[in-house]
Nanobody, 127 residues
């Protein structure tokens, strides 16, 4: 129940793109509100993007709005984070997270909102 398998990080140059993916096991990804958060050493995990279950409304942190896109492929049971125009400050470990609970207001921005987590994937952007 609730395992998330991530892939797709890597080392790129500023301006390049990456598309990490996250696949939950056991249930369709559409059952979950899913999110991507990132963490750098010494700091808490920081919300980047979320997609709600069902209708699939999406939300983004201001720092990535217009550059990152979260999407869901129900046929592949996978959620993606398309990251374009990457900057060195995007360097972090990116975590996929999921919950089946209803998240009111802007609670989706909080790491405590999610009970399922992926193993994390390193994204490094060189200048």
């Amino acid at each position: 129940q609730g395992q998330l398998v991530e892939s797709g990080g890597g080392l790129v140059q500023a301006g390049d793109s990456l598309r990490p993916s996250c696949a939950p096991s056991g249930r369709p990804s559409s059952s979950y509100t899913m999110a991507w958060l990132r963490q750098v050493p010494g700091k808490e995990r920081e919300f980047e993007a979320a997609i709600r279950s069902g209708g699939g409304s999406t939300y983004y942190a201001d720092s990535v709005k217009g550059r990152f896109t979260i999407s869901r492929d129900n046929a592949k049971n996978t959620v993606y984070l398309q990251m374009n125009s990457l900057k060195p400050e995007d360097t972090a470990v990116y975590y996929c997270a999921a919950t089946m609970r209803f998240l009111g207001g802007s609670y989706y921005q909080k790491q405590g909102a999610y009970e399922h987590w992926g193993q994390g994937t390193q994204v490094t952007v060189s200048s």
